[in-house]
């Protein structure tokens, strides 16, 4: 079900328990501001999945209320990622969904990193 980015954050979301340790993921980083983890259901040979570590539901939210290190430290998460990964060269996919037109499934905000293979176009006309 797709999510309305406008509600407020659910602290009972899938990646707030992951945040937790209350379920498991595959980790492939983690630091002061974001985790990093492998999607339970890829869509690309390389899938993961980047979260910041404070409750926010979407983009919007998250570049209206987080503090600047908070942004900054996200950022810079994503780009670790990708790079430790080698991604770079060959190149890589940002997605981050926000709200029903989107399909956004979790009330988290996240950013996925899809790779590994040529991606093609984003939308067909």
Do not use: C
């Not at 993921?25 to 985790?35: I, S, T, Y």
């Not at 983890?37 to 998250?62: C, R």
């Amino acid at each position: 079900m797709a999510v309305d980015a406008a509600l407020p954050y659910d602290d009972q979301n899938i990646f707030a328990r992951i945040l937790r340790g209350e379920i498991p993921a595959r980790k492939v980083h983690e630091d002061d501001w974001a985790l990093a983890f492998h999607d339970i259901n890829p869509q690309a040979p390389t899938h993961v999945l980047v979260i910041p570590k404070g409750a926010y539901v979407s983009w919007d939210d998250f570049s209206a209320r987080a503090s600047d290190a908070e942004i900054a430290g996200f950022v810079r998460a994503v780009g670790h990622v990708a790079r430790e990964a080698g991604l770079v060269a060959p190149g890589y996919r940002l997605l981050a969904n926000t709200g029903t037109d989107s399909h956004q499934e979790v009330p988290h905000l996240h950013v996925h990193i899809f790779a590994g293979r040529a991606l093609g176009p984003m939308l067909a006309g």
